[in-house]
């Protein structure tokens, strides 16, 4: 029996083996070029105190309640909205 189990448990291994990534398709870098928006949505729910800002990709605003924020779109801006509690709620561009 023991003879049958390693040679299955060899095959399932080479099974679950990582193919390299297509070639064809360009993994995002966090913070090379755009808004990372999209690749900081994991931010929403945790509390900006505990979150090392200077790790995140320029340009970003971080948003307090009540803030006063200009009006002016840019496409490679990441916004991070935070609510009374200094938690994140929103992360967009603009």
Do not use: H, S
């Not at 090379?32 to 945790?46: F, I, K, P, T």
């Not at 990709?57 to 909205?81: F, H, K, L, S």
């Amino acid at each position: 029996m023991k003879k049958l189990i390693f040679p299955l448990l060899f095959a399932l291994a080479a099974c679950a083996t990582p193919q390299p990534a297509d070639p064809g398709i360009e993994t995002p870098v966090l913070g090379e070029g755009g808004c990372d928006a999209d690749m900081l949505g994991y931010l929403v729910g945790q509390d900006i105190n505990e979150i090392d800002v200077d790790t995140l990709p320029q340009p970003r605003r971080i948003i307090p309640p009540g803030t006063a924020v200009t009006m002016d779109y840019r496409a490679d801006r990441t916004n991070i909205e935070l609510d009374e509690d200094d938690r994140v709620v929103r992360v967009y561009c603009g």
